[in-house]
């Protein structure tokens, strides 16, 4: 018999991201990546984010700390896109301005 393990107050489709059930723009992910950048905890995430439950920011963490690999690409994929992105995208006007007047 083979059992499968449930999150509660976590959404994962087939092929999508691990949300939040209640507010499924939120990924998993994104709660993750404020416990990788600043090091917060649990409760400081929701000091943080007042529209995040407590419940649901551990049941995001367990669903980490299970499905780490998963998380950790998604995370690198989107790191990978917006530098990609990033590298194409012109220069802004104002820098553009600095630069012609030797001030960048």
């Known amino acids: 018999?083979?059992?499968q393990v449930?999150?509660?107050h976590i959404e994962k489709l087939e092929g999508q991201p691990a949300r939040l059930q209640r507010i499924p723009r939120v990924r998993v992910a994104q709660i993750v990546m404020d416990y990788?950048?600043?090091g917060w905890s649990v409760e400081e995430m929701c000091r943080q984010h007042p529209y995040?439950?407590?419940a649901e920011t551990h049941a995001a963490m367990?669903?980490?700390f299970d499905c780490q690999d998963?998380?950790?690409r998604e995370i690198r994929l989107e790191w990978e896109q917006a530098?990609?992105?990033k590298s194409q995208a012109s220069a802004s006007p104002f820098v553009v301005r600095m630069k012609a007047k030797g001030l960048l």
């Open 1 to 3: 018999m083979t059992s």
């Open 6 to 8: 449930t999150y509660p």
């Open 36 to 38: 990788l950048a600043y």
């Open 52 to 54: 995040l439950m407590l």
């Open 62 to 64: 367990a669903y980490y």
């Open 70 to 72: 998963e998380i950790d």
């Open 83 to 85: 530098e990609r992105e």
